[in-house]
């Protein structure tokens, strides 16, 4: 039966810490709390932009995406009907309220047995180590850096057939051969080129054999971390125009990781906004740029650039201070020691993500009163 859910990628409350050592015995002192409670979700063949500035964790929510990093908390479903992760969260919340309460009775044990189960069968961070292995073959990621992420030692096309190799996608070598020319022909590469070696190829061409190798196996996402900020700028229009052409003819979904606000405006349907961790705004592009609520979206968008000499730009909002460590966030909002805009109940209480019209999300308290 189709899966009729609109949405690929469900993502709740994600956390991701890396635990501070000290002493001799290298004992846990603290946590970089580098994704500390992001939830969102990624429509089907669509583009979900994720920016912020540098150090904001949006490398770290692709890479444990992905399941190079192990979340220290949070469910990421995939592909799941919506009914079953409407019912994971529905448990969900009745667990967290029980245990709360110390309600810890027959009903406590059934919702827990339940939520386990289910868990267990649709929650990516829940697989076993074998079911997590096969699931990878759906999600796979563009690096940002096209020099340091293919290993000088392998040529290019061991490199792309290298989770062919993993997987045993192929049934002799000849069919092997034949998969890496088309996947070479298909993001601009020559196929006669398969036996070089990275260095021999420019910066754009590496990141294209990046490509190859992350659409090799035929995944339903990629994650593409700044995937054009180390190309230069004529370089980034040819790459940006060749993932538009490969996601039409795979049928992709992108999370697609930037700073560049510009960029991102270009290429994605909808824009999540993060600082210090957290996600502050969700909404579609336009919607985002022509209706930005949070403080720091505003701050963001006013700094974009606008190529159009005879359009009026906004005035530019400067942010003060420094961003906060992620090693002891601030009470209350993490934006608010930057904040011109901020209330008493900005440093008390951390606000909670609201929807303020459809599909538009912000998580501040200029809106939540």
């Known amino acids: ?67 190079l ?26 667990y967290k309220k029980m245990l709360k309460e110390k309600k810890q009775n027959d009903e406590f044990k059934q ?31 563009v690096f940002q850096d096209p020099y340091g992420s293919l290993s000088p030692r392998m040529t290019v096309g061991d490199i792309i057939a290298e989770g ?53 196996l035929k995944p339903k996402l990629l994650v ?5 900020s180390a190309l230069d700028v004529s370089i980034q229009t040819q790459i940006l125009k060749l993932l ?36 502050v705004e969700i909404a579609s592009k336009n919607e985002l740029y022509d209706n930005k609520m949070h403080p720091y979206s505003q701050a963001l968008i006013s700094a974009v650039p606008i190529p159009d000499p005879e359009r009026k730009r906004e005035q530019r909002i400067i942010l003060t201070g420094d961003v906060p460590s992620p090693i002891n966030p601030p009470k209350g909002c993490n934006f608010h020691p930057r904040c011109s805009q901020k209330m008493d109940i900005c440093s008390k209480e951390e606000p909670p993500m609201i929807e303020v019209s459809k599909d538009h999300f912000v998580a501040c308290w200029l809106y939540n009163k």
């Open 111 to 141: 919702i827990s047995m339940r939520l386990k189960q289910l868990r267990k069968q649709y929650d990516i961070y829940a697989y076993s180590k074998e079911k997590l292995r096969k699931a990878r073959v759906n999600f796979q990621m």
């Open 69 to 94: 990093y192990k979340p220290h908390e949070g469910e990421m479903f995939f592909d799941v009907p919506s009914d079953i992760t409407s019912e994971i969260i529905s448990l969900q919340n009745q």
């Open 224 to 228: 593409l971390d700044e995937p054009v």
């Open 244 to 279: 538009n052409k490969l996601k039409d003819e795979f049928g992709l979904t992108y999370l697609f990781i930037a700073h560049n606000l510009s960029v991102v405006e270009y290429f994605s349907d909808d824009i999540a906004v993060m600082y210090l961790g957290k996600i």
């Open 1 to 67: 039966m189709e899966n009729t859910n609109p949405y690929l990628v469900e993502l709740y409350d994600l956390r991701t810490y890396f635990p501070i050592k000290a002493g001799i015995i290298k004992r846990t002192v603290g946590y970089v709390k580098a994704v500390d409670g992001v939830s969102f979700k990624i429509k089907r063949g669509k583009t979900l932009g994720l920016v912020g500035e540098s150090g904001c964790g949006k490398t770290t929510v692709g890479r444990t995406i992905v399941g």
């Open 164 to 216: 062919l190799d993993i997987h045993k996608k192929y049934s002799s070598k000849k069919e092997r051969k034949l998969i890496l020319q088309d996947l070479m022909e298909r993001v601009g590469l020559d196929p006669q080129y398969i036996n070089r070696y990275p260095h021999e190829f420019s910066g754009g061409q590496r990141q294209r054999i990046g490509i190859a190798r992350a659409i090799a």
